[in-house]
C-alpha cells in the first residue's frame, strides 16, 4: 500500500471519528405567529430609553429617558429594535438575547431597554414608592449612599455586568455600566448604595 492510500485511509478514519462527537443543536426560535404579534404589539408604540441605546453600525446614540417610537423588531441572531426618535433618526439597537428567542426573553429585554409610561407618572409612582429625594435621584439619574438597590436600577438601568464578592460575610454587588470605552461602576450591599464610581 502506498503512502498517500495510507494517509488517505487514516484521515477519513479520523473524519468519521471525529464526526461521531459532533453534537446535534437545534435551536427553535420564536415561531412567526409569535413575531407577528410582537410586532403589532410594540410598532409605533411610544418609550422612553432606560439607558444608553447604541445603534449596531455605530450611526449614533440614543441618552437615557429619551421619547422614542419603536418602528421595528428583528428576530435574527440574539435580536434588536429599531427606534426613531423625535428628529427621526433611525437607530437599530442589539438585544442581545441568548437563543432560542422567546416572547418572555423578548419581552423581559424591552423592558429593561425601555421604560412604556412617561416620566410624570413613573416620577408620581417613584414619590409613593421611595420618597421625593430617591424620586428626584432617579429622574436627574443620580445615586446616593443608602439608596435602595431596586431605585438605583430605576436610576441607572440594568447593568451590563454584574460582579458578586463576599465581604466579611457579606455579599457586595458591582454593577458595571460599559457604554463604549467608558465604564461606570455602582457597589451594592443588603440592597443598598455602599459606593458608586461615575
Known amino acids: 500500500m502506498s503512502v498517500k492510500k495510507i494517509l488517505c485511509s487514516v484521515l477519513l478514519l479520523q473524519l468519521i471519528v471525529g464526526c461521531s462527537f459532533v453534537k446535534k443543536t437545534v435551536v427553535k426560535d420564536i415561531p412567526l405567529e409569535q413575531q407577528k404579534m ?4 410594540y410598532a409605533d408604540k411610544a418609550a422612553w430609553t432606560r439607558l444608553i441605546v447604541e445603534d449596531l453600525k455605530q ?7 429619551v421619547k422614542v417610537t419603536i418602528a421595528d423588531l428583528d428576530f435574527h441572531w ?10 427621526r433618526k433611525r437607530i437599530v439597537y442589539g438585544l442581545n438575547i441568548e437563543r432560542p428567542l422567546t416572547v418572555e426573553k423578548i419581552e423581559s429585554r424591552l423592558d429593561e431597554v425601555f421604560w412604556f409610561d412617561s416620566p ?5 409612582s417613584y414619590i409613593r414608592t421611595w420618597g421625593k429625594k430617591t424620586a428626584q435621584a432617579i429622574r436627574n439619574h443620580e445615586v446616593f449612599i ?13 447593568p451590563t455586568k454584574l460582579n458578586v464578592t463576599d ?6 454587588e458591582q454593577w458595571v455600566y460599559t457604554v463604549g470605552k ?8 443588603d440592597n443598598k448604595v455602599s459606593k458608586w464610581e461615575d
Open 38 to 41: 410582537l410586532i403589532e404589539k
Open 182 to 189: 467608558r465604564s461606570k461602576y455602582i457597589y451594592i450591599i
Open 146 to 158: 443608602g439608596m435602595a438597590g431596586d431605585a438605583a436600577l430605576e436610576s441607572w438601568g440594568v
Open 59 to 65: 450611526r449614533g446614540v440614543v441618552q437615557r429617558d
Open 78 to 87: 440574539s435580536g434588536s429594535v429599531t427606534v426613531l426618535t423625535e428628529k
Open 120 to 124: 410624570m407618572l413613573r416620577h408620581v
Open 167 to 172: 465581604i466579611a460575610g457579606k455579599k457586595e
